[in-house]
């Protein structure tokens, strides 16, 4: 079946879209990332859209998922996210781990000797297990083609409009997807990139159709390495990837290659790489896409604003002032 949508359809659903956020108070458009900088460069999790975020392996792409997890809960203009994450390089168990690790500042080796601990954080943990065991997401940890994904999406997607209904908030789903080169072959051809063009272009008609929105991690190659700003042509299998992403970002941690130093992209000078990543925002349709430097500390799995005092520093409470959307808007 072909449906057409007629032009008065088209505006009708964009006046709607701009009514509703001239009611509404201030806040994010979309639902909180779990990262201020990601924030801004998409406008949060956005129903229909697609942000892929690119990296080295080892470059900590899969934290980006940690502080997802605690953001998820968070009701933002009366909407909260529920997140099912194909976890497919990872299992969700050690996902867990991390969690743990980046609530209490703890490393992944002390996590595992834990009669080594002080009684007061040993303390702790059994009420982060308690607190993450109620977080609104859920796992599948075994590689899959697209349609086998679609199908689990799918049933997915009427659990939470069951939830909707029982909890009368309104909930944006996402799919996260932990990372695209370890999709299962079509069984089509033999041809890896054949794979991956299909399950993207299918990915965003599935978002299209139900207002999903999704997180999906790719690969860079090791030509990016030397680079001060990775491209996508750095990216594997770039072309599919880029012309169904939403919002493409390259992460680049220099550190992580031994480099001592990293440009700055707001000034093209030499500023110091120890816990400092580069996201380089290489397309966008929505949001503010302009390249960042973020600070991480990647011993603890976190992310976040390089003007940011803290990395706990409650970014969200910012975004009910109106003074603080003028400034990012560049109105004042």
């Not at 899959?144 to 909930?171: A, C, P, W």
């Amino acid at each position: 079946m072909i449906d057409i949508i007629t032009q008065k359809q088209a505006v009708d659903k964009s006046h709607k879209r701009y009514s509703a956020s001239l009611t509404r108070p201030y806040g994010l458009y979309g639902t909180d990332m779990g990262s201020h900088d990601l924030n801004m460069i998409t406008q949060g999790h956005v129903p229909t859209k697609i942000t892929t975020f690119a990296a080295r392996s080892g470059a900590g792409k899969s934290a980006l998922l940690i502080q997802m997890m605690e953001a998820a809960n968070r009701e933002v203009s009366g909407t909260r996210t529920e997140i099912l994450v194909g976890s497919w390089e990872m299992e969700s168990s050690y996902l867990i781990d991390r969690y743990i690790c980046w609530k209490l500042g703890l490393t992944l080796q002390q996590l595992r000797y834990p009669k080594a601990l002080p009684d007061a954080i040993r303390n702790e943990i059994p009420k982060i297990y308690s607190q993450g065991s109620k977080l609104p997401l859920h796992y599948h940890h075994y590689s899959s083609n697209f349609q086998k994904t679609s199908e689990m999406v799918y049933k997915f997607l009427d659990e939470v409009k069951k939830k909707e209904v029982i909890q009368g908030v309104k909930i944006q789903p996402v799919f996260f997807l932990d990372f695209i080169g370890r999709i299962q072959a079509s069984g089509k051809n033999a041809s890896k990139t054949y794979d991956i063009s299909e399950f993207m272009m299918g990915l965003k008609q599935l978002c299209n159709e139900t207002d999903l929105s999704a997180f999906v991690l790719a690969q860079i190659n090791r030509s990016a390495d030397i680079k001060d700003f990775p491209d996508v042509a750095d990216l594997s299998d770039s072309q599919s990837i880029e012309q169904n992403s939403d919002t493409l970002i390259i992460g680049h941690r220099p550190e992580y290659y031994g480099k001592e130093t990293m440009k700055d992209p707001d000034n093209d000078q030499d500023i110091p790489s120890r816990n400092r990543m580069l996201w380089r925002v290489v397309k966008a349709r929505e949001g503010m896409p302009h390249d960042r430097i973020v600070n991480c500390d990647m011993a603890h799995f976190r992310f976040w604003n390089r003007y940011h005092e803290k990395w706990d520093y409650k970014y969200y409470e910012d975004y009910g002032k109106e003074e603080f959307w003028k400034k990012e808007m560049g109105l004042m």
